[in-house]
């Protein structure tokens, strides 16, 4: 079951934590992009038959994946996205960098071709999308973009609205990434997840052409049992098979 | 990779066949729900940075999932959905009854407690979702949704925008399945999937106290190869056992 008391972990019986935030009227959202509103449209309470909500709101909104189109004219959109990209092991990787992820803290971990790879940072220390938008949260650095497409790391996410800073490193950390085809998650809550090796499922919905879009995203760690066993590793196999 | 020609199988590698919909400005919805807009509010080829849309409609659009609270006063909203009602084993069933779902057509399926079952109706035999509204879609009667909650079946779906029919068991089948707390998937596309066993995942985004919210639902035909063996079956024999 899910947590139905505030600060429990959000984990099921079957062990996965929900790394997705909650969407609500009036919560953060990127300064120049559209408000979050959900309004009970039909309401039972008011003599309906049923309760129906209007959703209205940013396809960057909350816990959502980019497109290589959020940022490169004529790029793919979200509806083309390989479930390969967000179905799979992945690994959480502890950012210990106050202002942002830097080669330097990366390149020990050794990341590889193919990797799906989540940042921890000090953004997960608080329950940001609780508060108002915060100008100094962590981001990639355009060095650790670009980085990471050399690594041709496949997805990589991080827990707070963007990848890029504010107003800095938007523009050029974005195109690094999407360019170089790498698929995106933003808006994670990692505060109950440790680093280390998990199973990942993110699905967005499927926006046609879509720069982006809400996604929702959970957790499960890899026990020393499932280890290299399927269905997982047979998705990784292939996958790594089609990027040589 | 998905498709990128239409009637071409949304099939990927690792054998996923995506059973949501497209969400486009204009597409169908319920009569009385809001309409579909999503609308590029900045955009490359005008100047802007980035490509970043509005995206407005009901919580029952598309492909999407209905919370006991859509029916059912002071009912649990989807963000209270425990994981394993939409990740796990599945069955699609084929419905030949051109009108309803009714039990005396699922009976010979011997429906257990606890599996989540998809309904392949002849609404998968067009594709309804670029279609303006159809009022004689195939829906669940009823005493099947009765049937259903009798055999305490975990979840279960369909391939049109309501379980209940057009002026017609509409809150019956509602209330039916959602008084027994039978999650319920609705808009699904299960035109390239046949009748037989899969892995099921389908998210929906985490709306708080959502009556109902857009979702993402993949299917994967379980081979002879991984029949029987874990994660699958690990969730699922929790599952069973917390049901005992």
Redesign the interface.
């Known amino acids: ?2 947590a ?1 008391e505030p600060g429990k972990i959000a984990k ?3 062990g ?1 934590i ?1 790394a ?5 009227t009036g919560m953060v959202h990127w300064p ?3 408000p979050v509103r ?1 309004e ?3 309401d ?2 008011h003599g309906d ?12 909104t ?2 959502h994946m980019d497109a290589p ?3 490169v ?1 004529g790029g793919k959109g979200l ?6 990209a967000t ?1 799979g092991r992945a690994r959480v990787i502890e950012i210990h960098d106050p202002e942002s992820v830097k080669p330097d803290e990366l390149r020990p971990h050794r990341i590889r071709g193919g990797e799906r790879i989540l940042f921890k940072t000090r953004n997960s220390t608080r329950r940001w999308y609780e508060e108002a938008f915060i100008e100094d949260f962590v981001y990639v650095s355009q060095e650790a973009a670009r980085y990471l497409a050399a690594q041709e790391a496949l997805t990589i996410g991080i827990d707070y609205l963007s990848v890029g800073g504010f107003l800095r490193d ?2 050029e950390t ?1 195109q690094a990434l999407l360019e170089a085809s790498i698929w995106v998650i933003e808006g994670l809550d990692l505060s109950q997840v440790e680093p280390g090796e998990y ?1 990942l ?1 993110c ?6 052409r ?7 995203a ?1 957790l ?1 760690a890899i026990s020393k ?2 280890e290299g ?3 997982l590793t ?2 990784d196999r ?2 790594k098979a ?1 990027r040589r």
Do not use: C, Q, Y
Not at 203 to 208: C, N, Q, S
Not at 210 to 216: I, L, T, V, Y
């Open positions: 079951m899910l139905d099921t019986k079957a996965w929900d997705s935030v909650p969407l609500r120049d992009n559209p959900i009970r449209m039909l039972i309470e038959a049923a309760n129906v909500s209007t959703l209205s709101m940013g396809s960057h909350g816990t189109l959020h940022f004219r509806d083309e996205m390989p479930f390969e179905i938007g523009a974005h199973e499922i699905l967005p919905l499927k926006v046609e879509g720069d982006g879009a809400p996604a929702r959970i499960r049992f499932e066993r399927i269905p047979i998705a292939i996958l089609s």
